[in-house]
């Protein structure tokens, strides 16, 4: 069975500081990671994926697999990047996508 | 060209009667999924379709909910004798299907539901 870990509901950090959104899964096979964001009124959307290995808004995620871990950094938190962040897995050409629970970003300023 | 459209975008029924929720995907898009959005319960999957025909609908929480689509584009959900613990934001996602690679979810902005 997939499922997705993420440990914290709420996060608050300062501007300027340091961030890390967690994320564990549980999988057997070769698993596909995402992260999706959700900003305030606006409709779910991809952040990034671990297969395109970028860096969106300065945010980048690398997976684990030894420690079955995806978490989301960033260096220098800003107060736009303020949002509910999904992790999300499927199973390499699967078509499920299995979220875990969404953690509540907040960046003081 | 148009995103996932869903509507009615707020819905409020009483408890027992029958609701439609309707999604229209993104042209082209041959993958569609129903999420549900309840506070503290994350993203739940409900049901998801390959053209017209739904291979996974393991996460349809009773017999009461029920989907169809359609012509591989619209579909609805609807949710028979409503009680108060569906209320939840419903959320309709569509993709590109391209085999191994796992093309993005691109998400509708929701119905939200609440059963009175």
């Known amino acids: 069975a997939q499922r997705v870990t993420q440990p914290e509901k709420l996060l608050s950090v300062f501007k300027g500081a340091p961030v890390e959104l967690k994320c564990n899964y549980s999988y057997s096979g070769s698993p596909e990671l995402f992260w999706y964001v959700q900003y305030s009124r606006q409709r779910l959307q991809l952040l990034l994926r671990?297969?395109s290995r970028e860096s969106i808004k300065g945010f980048t995620a690398d997976l684990n697999k030894g420690e079955t871990s995806f978490h989301l950094k960033k260096p220098f938190a800003q107060e736009e990047d303020s949002a509910m962040y999904y992790c999300a897995l499927t199973r390499a050409g699967g078509s499920r996508l299995t979220f875990g629970e969404g953690t509540q970003l907040t960046v003081n300023p | 060209g148009a995103g996932v459209s869903q509507s009615p975008s707020n819905k409020v029924t009483e408890k027992g009667k029958d609701v439609e929720l309707r999604c229209d995907p993104i042209s082209g898009h041959t993958a569609l999924y129903w999420y549900r959005q309840s506070l503290g319960q994350g993203l739940e999957f409900l049901i998801y379709f390959q053209g017209n025909s739904a291979p996974d609908k393991s996460g349809l929480p009773s017999d009461r909910f029920s989907a169809e689509r359609t012509g591989g584009s619209v579909s609805t959900l609807t949710i028979q004798r409503t009680q108060q613990e569906d209320s939840a934001v419903y959320l309709c996602?569509?993709?590109?299907?391209?085999?191994?690679?796992?093309?993005?979810?691109?998400f509708g902005n929701g119905t939200r539901l609440t059963v009175t």
């Open positions: 996602a569509s993709r590109v299907d391209r085999g191994e690679i796992n093309s993005p979810l691109h």
């Open positions: 671990h297969i």
